[in-house]
Nanobody
Framework: QVQLVESGGGLVQSGGSLRLSCVAS????????????IAWFRQAPGKQREGVAC????????AYMDSVKGRFTISKDSAKNTVYLQMNSLKPEDAAVYYC?????????????????????WGQGTQVTVSS
């Protein structure tokens, strides 16, 4: 399975910005990051993990959970095998552990569908704390 390592979390004031990074390694032989559907999820204490943003392997189309639309942007640099989540106008309710996820088996699915589905590979998570 692909190995994912997140970074970039931290403490930020409400209204501030953070950019999370996720470096992918050990990709399946013959495949590149472009072949993987990639996503960011988050989990706050006492809550279920929820899909935040997803980028399809088909055409790079994206989908976001409603509460982050217009504030968060998922992107990737395939040459660096790195996925990003730019988070602007952060709110206290955005505080959570953020996880990067990737999967080869979502090919052909719209990103909004993948955002509600299981992923095969996960990172260890990075903590985002937003002070009010």
């Amino acid at each position: 399975q692909v190995q994912l390592v997140e970074s970039g979390g931290g403490l930020v004031q409400s209204g501030g910005s953070l950019r999370l990074s996720c470096v992918a390694s050990r990709l399946v032989s013959g495949f590149t990051l472009d072949n993987y559907t990639i996503a960011w999820f988050r989990q706050a204490p006492g809550k279920q993990r929820e899909g935040v943003a997803c980028m399809s392997s088909n055409d790079g189309s994206t989908a976001y959970m409603d509460s982050v639309k217009g504030r968060f942007t998922i992107s990737k640099d395939s040459a660096k095998n790195t996925v990003y989540l730019q988070m602007n106008s952060l709110k206290p309710e955005d505080a959570a552990v953020y996880y990067c996820a990737a999967d080869l088996n979502h090919h052909g699915r719209p990103p909004a569908y993948s955002l509600r589905s299981a992923f095969g590979s996960w990172g260890q998570g990075t903590q985002v704390t937003v002070s009010s």
